[in-house]
């Protein structure tokens, strides 16, 4: 069995995320999977670097499966475009080493969030923005990424449900770049919890409408309640970018 | 009455192209005229700036009707922006001269080309854009544009059966900017012919391939006949950016 790394593009608006359930063959990792299968002639498992949100986007997911065949790297890539639906892509396809694990080697992400300032519709840009009508202070969420970057317990920034496991994370960089009336912000840490950017996303726009102050950013982390950060941003807004490792 | 002038974007993959039709419902024009035949409790007519083929986009598409209604430009623009389907978005309405006329009083257009060069996926691109995977010679295709601007006869770049209609027009410009492996094309021009844009694409991308030489142009221009021009560039590639007056 040759291992394989792959990187993936998606459009995410018709799946019900990247991973495989049983009761729904509408997921990222679901079709993979039965495409690989289908070229190896036999069950094939793909390991994701981190699951995706229904909704979510990627230009640079990262995965790896263990396969029997005998194509080159540039042929499993061919085959797949071939055969996937035009909203997954693979734009590579590399020979890993056979230790090499998607989720456990990656060492760092960058996510984007791409909100539209503007009360008029960008009809071409809708599937992959958030649109706010009223004026952002890019200038307040600056002062807030600052805060949020770090290393932190980000407890307060995931839906997921209390366990044992560490919710402390290292946000290394939150960048935001603001073009014309649209607004870029980039996540790039160790790893990202649970619904975490778009918690982070949600907390900073009620920054940049006003309705919090950019200094909450501190208290909110040192609580760990959930219930103190903002509201779930949208999953069209957001993009996985790259896999680091 | 008073007229009022739309500025439009829209999607146009759903679509029958701009133009109402009999036995469609799917046009742009038709669902505008359905919206706003509603808000005004009687039937109206909306002249655009030309008609869009069938999957041809629109960021900058003008038109106009004449309304029986109390509303302000801003309470339109709301109104319409409220009830318009999602791949229909209205980004300026004002009050026009009662004589303006989206089609007449047109000087100019503005139509961008999107063409994605890489045998790679784009998904998130894949609806604006043509991928074309073999290398493209971005210097043959300038100089092939260089001799198809100016005035010229263009009937040689239309599907429009022979009329009495001049098919001369002023190409003011084709400009063609790299960006990666992205390539855009403008063409800005006093009008353009039916599928004039997307057999100007088909005939440079072919000389970009090296199927053509750059002068040839010169003799298609010259020979008037369709047969000798390249073929019909994919729809979803086009968008209608501006349209001057």
Chains 1, 2 share one sequence.
Not at 85 to 113: C, M, Q, W
Not at 142 to 153: F, M, N, Q, S, V
Not at 170 to 193: A, M, N, Q, V, W
Request: charged share 25%; aromatic share 8%.
């Amino acid at each position: 069995m040759r291992n394989f790394k792959f990187t993936l593009q998606y459009e995410g608006g018709r799946y019900q995320g990247w991973q495989r359930q049983e009761s729904s063959e509408n997921t990222i990792q679901g079709k993979l999977e039965a495409l690989l299968s289908k070229m190896c002639g036999q069950p094939v498992k793909v390991q994701g670097s981190g699951r995706t949100d229904a909704g979510v986007h990627a230009l640079g997911q990262v995965a790896n499966a263990h396969l029997e065949t005998d194509k080159t790297p540039g042929e499993i890539l061919e085959y797949m475009n071939a055969y996937l639906p035009e909203d997954i892509g693979v734009i590579k396809v590399e020979e890993a080493d056979e230790r090499f694990h998607s989720r456990l080697n990656a060492k760092g992400k960058t996510y984007r969030y791409r909100v539209i300032n503007s009360p008029l519709p960008h009809v071409l840009e809708r599937r992959y923005t958030w649109s706010i009508a009223e004026p952002l202070d890019v200038e307040a969420m600056k002062r807030a990424a600052e805060l949020l970057c770090g290393t932190h317990d980000f407890a307060a920034f995931t839906s997921a449900k209390k366990s044992r496991k560490s919710t402390v994370r290292t946000l290394e960089e939150l960048r935001i770049e603001p073009h014309g009336d649209k607004i870029d912000f980039y996540f790039s840490g160790d790893g990202f919890l649970f619904h975490m950017v778009r918690i982070l996303m949600g907390t900073l726009i009620e920054t940049g409408l006003g309705q919090r102050r950019p200094e909450e950013m501190t208290e909110i982390l040192a609580s760990k309640k959930r219930e103190l950060a903002g509201a779930l941003a949208p999953a069209q807004g957001l993009t996985l970018m790259e896999v680091r490792y």
